[in-house]
């Protein structure tokens, strides 16, 4: 079946720390991936999207992301963490032949001053 | 600045009385999906519909659940009978092919419902 996995239920960083999310989707064609951040009581908003070309992504608020094929990974990194990142962050995946996404269970992310 | 638009925000009902949340997808995305949040099961695909046309709504209990898409500016999804498990943040988006078949997928605020 085709699944996503985001191992991490909550993380817990020092605002200015760094940040790894990590991501990984079952084997298959390469798909298209996405992370999406989620605030409380809000939509998702989307942060970045692999399509193809270069793996390491940039998207909005210094957020990147690398895919990695050999491990079906498509991890979400920000070098330095503000407060204003605290959120549940989702990685969503469009697998072959597929225009819906599939998400994982995503990652509460919690900022401490 | 272009957004999808869900209404109404939250809905408190009873049990076995009918449910309709709206969906205006941005203008020009083809594509529109459904998609429902709860804490136990995350998010899941209820339906998705392109050009219209509903292309798949197998995660819908079909016996309650119904979709449909009036026109290119407006998607609904209905609940009748609703039911207490039904309590949940449903999700409309709507997206743009961007890529060989990738869909950009932009998502509206929500519609919270509680069934009591």
């Known amino acids: 079946a085709q699944s996503v996995t985001q191992p991490d239920i909550h993380i817990t960083v020092s605002e200015g720390a760094s940040l790894e999310l990590r991501c990984n989707y079952s084997?298959?064609?390469?798909?298209?991936l996405f992370w999406y951040v989620q605030s409380p009581g809000q939509g998702l908003q989307l942060l970045l999207k692999?399509?193809?070309?270069?793996?390491l992504v940039q998207g909005i608020k210094g957020f990147e992301a690398e895919f990695k094929r050999s491990q079906s990974s498509f991890n979400l990194r920000k070098p330095s963490v503000h407060w204003s990142d605290a959120a549940e962050y989702f990685c969503?995946?469009?697998?072959?032949?597929?225009?819906?996404?599939?998400f994982g269970s995503g990652t509460r992310l919690q900022v401490q001053p | 600045d272009a957004r999808v638009t869900q209404t109404p925000r939250h809905k408190v009902t009873e049990m076995g009385q009918e449910v309709t949340m709206r969906c205006q997808p941005i203008?020009?995305?083809?594509?529109v999906f459904w998609y429902r949040q709860t804490m136990m099961q995350g998010l899941e695909l209820l339906a998705y519909?392109?050009?219209?046309?509903?292309?798949?709504d197998s995660g819908m209990p079909k016996d309650r659940f119904s979709a449909e898409m009036p026109d290119a500016t407006l998607a609904t999804l209905k609940i009748q009978p609703s039911e207490p498990r039904d309590s949940a943040v449903y999700f409309c988006?709507?997206?743009?092919?961007?890529?060989?078949?990738?869909?950009?997928?932009?998502f509206g605020q929500g519609t919270r419902l509680t069934v009591v």
């Open positions: 084997y298959g064609a390469t798909p298209y």
């Open positions: 692999y399509f193809s070309g270069d793996t």
């Open positions: 519909f392109r050009n219209r046309a509903p292309l798949d």
């Open positions: 969503a995946v469009q697998f072959t032949g597929r225009r819906a996404l599939t």
């Open positions: 988006a709507s997206g743009l092919v961007v890529h060989r078949g990738g869909t950009e997928a932009f």
């Open positions: 203008l020009g995305h083809n594509t």
